[in-house]
């Protein structure tokens, strides 16, 4: 049974402020699966930083021989560079061939750009590098790498593959079946320091199709932090590549990717047009360290770490103005983890300290969901910030959704996002309205999304980014646009991949989701794509939108049995329409984003006002059947915007709206 409403908008009561557009922001986070996702290199272990397996190899190869006596050894690496040196050594009278592979995924016709760092002994000439099919044995490409000498050199050489391959092989081998040498110490040897293998379509170290797809969701600011970032040390991820340390990861294991380092994420930001913010470690660095990262970053060839930077091939100032200091500090989970106060002292020394190197950066500070954290950080340190951060997850942390929690009651919980983050941010602008010297601080939701709790498929569990959680977020970010005066930055968690978040999705082998499962199980490994959220996002960012105007809807509610009683917000009935609306400058193009809510369709009648003349729009409209469907390397494309031209012409247009839906209405004058 359809239902009825009434969509009225004010258009002639424009909001003073404008609308930021860093509202639509993202996040990168060395977390999981990320970095790996959103890097372009096909090989993994690079610098063969792993522990040796019982043959001799770093963990990320393994061993590839016919020979009965070939032999295999981590050693040093090369000098200033990390990790081991994989040694390999195969005897001239085994008459065989002997090396080190990869499971790989490679395009055909596509030319892949190998650097191999490598000393070998005397008596070998050659190596070859190799593409081959592992279930067929064919060979897919070669290319010889011509060895000179025993010192260490760097390599470069292209290798192009014949076909796709999803299941493939890249190998270096060595040969003894034509050459031949006397078998004695140190003959028949080849060191590996380093083999990587990008395609050559790649955009720096970012594949192309993540540049392309951040590209679209016009994101406008782009965020570095997490929780790594207590423990992260820019210095160690700058200068030559091969000479960065390899460092654990401390927050979430494994290794830090030292190759997407400050000026590979400042290149990805000047790629993807988007404002750059920079989270500085104020878990385990101090103040001296984030002082020296601004000066990398902002000084002049004429300071230290300017010359520094103009050192690594970048002497122009990159100019980043917006820096948050510390990620979390408020949870224990996070390193440098303190109270309120010891924070708020921290942070002026950092901010004292950031500030006498450029005082014209605008800065963040870590605030909590948490009224009293922010209550004594803005008592401390209100005049040495300009914004104050939270981080809204909303599922699990603010309802208590888990995976056990039936759909029934799941879906009301997860679609009143925006109540949740009203009542937060509304606790929050207490605070700074109570207080004249507040005035200026604005707020910054540096993480937000929707969790219901880290799940798979393999379990038969829901999945976290669906239809549902598409409507979720769509109707925060109309919550986001209401609240614009306070609110400036929004950063979705995560952009690609990583704890299961990212709104950009590669492959079939990222965490949480498929986990148990190989990368490349499902044949569409290198598939590219935006959940239901991303189709969100990218209309959303799009828009031409500067003055929010008022709007008032008449409409059916569902029952929201949770309530969330941790911030405020009781139990009851809510509306089922969640609207809002803005103008773009020059006051002639009107957007309505409206988000149903509820599980049955609505025709809502359009009280338009100036713009009632007009007798066509456009609508985008993110819809399904199900509201637990998801896209996958299978269906990517399973739910997305659809843009269509729509008649409005009538005393009494009518806008209608499927149910658990998003419909974005374009109207110009």
Known sequence: MRERATIAVDVESVSAHRVNPYIFGHFVEDIRDHMEAMLAFVLKDMDFEDEADIHGVSSGWYPVTDGKNTEYALEPAAPRHSGHSQRIRILSADRCRGGIGQRVSVEGGMTYLLKIVARASVDLRAAVCELADRKTGELLGRAELVLRGHKWRMYELELTSSRTCEDAEFRIMLSAEEESWRDTIGSGTIWLDHVSMLPSDSVGYVKREVVERTRELKPGMMRLAGNYISAYHFEYAIGPVLERPNMINEAWGGWTHKYFGTDEFLRFCRDTDTEPLICVNAGTGTPEEAAAWVEYCNGGTDTEYGALRARNGHPEPYGVKYWEIGNEIYGPWQHGHCTA?????????????????????????????????????????????????????????????????????????????????????????????????????????????????????????????????????????????????????????????????????????????????????????????????????????????????????????????????????????????????????????????????????????????????????????????????????????????????????????????????????????
């Open 341 to 669: 106060e010891q924070y708020a002292h921290r942070y002026n020394r950092f901010a004292d300290a950031m500030k006498r190197v450029d005082p014209d950066i605008v800065l963040l500070a870590c605030g909590d969901c948490n009224p009293e954290w922010n209550r004594t950080l803005l008592r401390i340190s209100a005049d040495k910030l300009d914004m104050l951060t939270l981080h809204i997850y909303h599922g699990s942390a603010t309802v208590g959704i888990t995976p056990d929690t039936p759909k029934e009651e799941r879906y009301p919980a997860i679609v009143a996002f925006p109540e949740v983050s009203r009542a937060i941010i509304g606790r929050t602008e207490e605070l700074i309205a109570g207080n004249p010297a507040y005035a200026h601080v604005k707020l910054a939701i540096t993480e937000y999304n929707t969790m219901y709790y880290p799940n798979t498929i393999r379990q038969g569990r829901p999945m976290e980014h669906t239809l549902e959680a598409a409507v979720a977020n769509a109707a925060n970010l109309n919550e986001f646009i209401r609240q614009s005066h306070l609110v400036q930055i929004g950063s979705f968690s995560d952009l690609v991949n990583g704890w299961l978040g990212g709104c950009i999705r590669v492959g079939d082998g990222y965490a949480d989701q498929y986990r148990g499962k190989t990368a490349g199980w499902s044949g569409r490994s290198r598939v590219v794509y935006g959940t239901p959220t991303f189709h969100v996002m990218k209309t959303y960012a799009n828009r031409q939108i500067a003055r929010v105007v008022p709007v008032s809807t008449s409409c059916g509610t569902y029952h929201w049995a949770s309530g969330s009683r941790r911030y405020g917000a009781e139990p009851g009935p809510l509306p089922v329409l969640d609207v809002t609306a803005a103008l773009d400058e020059s006051g002639h193009v009107l957007t309505i984003f409206a988000v149903n809510r509820g599980l049955a369709p609505v025709d809502a009648e359009l009280r338009l006002g100036p713009f009632a003349d007009a007798v066509e729009a456009t609508v985008w409209e993110l819809a399904g059947e199900v509201y637990e469907t998801i896209n996958s390397v299978f269906e990517p494309e399973a739910i997305v915007m659809r843009e269509r031209r729509v008649d409005i012409a009538g005393d009494r247009p009518v806008l209608a709206l499927k149910p658990h839906s998003v419909c974005v209405l374009e109207i110009r004058r």
